[in-house]
């Protein structure tokens, strides 16, 4: 997991658990979700006092493979990285990790989409936003 230069701790709740005992598939996203926004506030892009209108990210695209199952009282972190940067869009890696062994539970990739929530349109990444970004990961 060398790549990744950001993690987020991640608790399992009982309540991301299928009938199965393991963690729901779709649990996931909600984790690579809020790994992202700490990512972001990480890097200077997101506060926490403002508005998720203010984020200017729009989820495009989603690919998640599992590797093995997740269970109540696991030990995990969620690991963020930027792939690509586009013209509008950022391309993020994503991976749950058990922190005790260094398994990768899942991967995935994000593709997020610069967007202007209030004018509801894509817009171009803001120059900041592609300053930082490819400071912090060496792009």
């Known amino acids: 997991m060398s790549e990744y230069k950001f993690f987020h701790p991640t608790e399992v709740r009982y309540g991301d658990l299928d009938p199965q005992g393991h963690v729901n598939n779709a649990k996931y996203l909600t984790y690579f979700e809020q790994a992202r926004v700490y990512y972001l506030?990480?890097?200077?892009?997101?506060g926490k006092d403002q508005s998720f209108m203010d984020i200017g990210l729009i989820v495009a695209?989603?690919?998640?493979?599992?590797?093995?199952?997740?269970?109540?009282?696991?030990?995990?972190?969620?690991?963020?990285?930027?792939?690509k940067i586009?013209?509008?869009s950022i391309i993020m890696e994503q991976s749950v990790v058990d922190t005790k062994t260094g398994a990768e539970m899942a991967k995935g990739e994000v593709v997020m989409v610069a967007f202007d929530y209030r004018a509801?349109?894509?817009?171009?990444?803001?120059?900041?936003?592609?300053?930082k970004i490819s400071e912090f990961e060496g792009l």
């Open 41 to 46: 506030i990480h890097l200077g892009l997101f």
């Open 120 to 131: 509801q349109k894509t817009i171009s990444v803001p120059d900041e936003w592609r300053k």
């Open 61 to 83: 695209d989603v690919h998640i493979a599992y590797h093995a199952p997740t269970h109540y009282g696991d030990e995990i972190k969620t690991g963020v990285r930027t792939k």
């Open 86 to 88: 586009g013209g509008k």
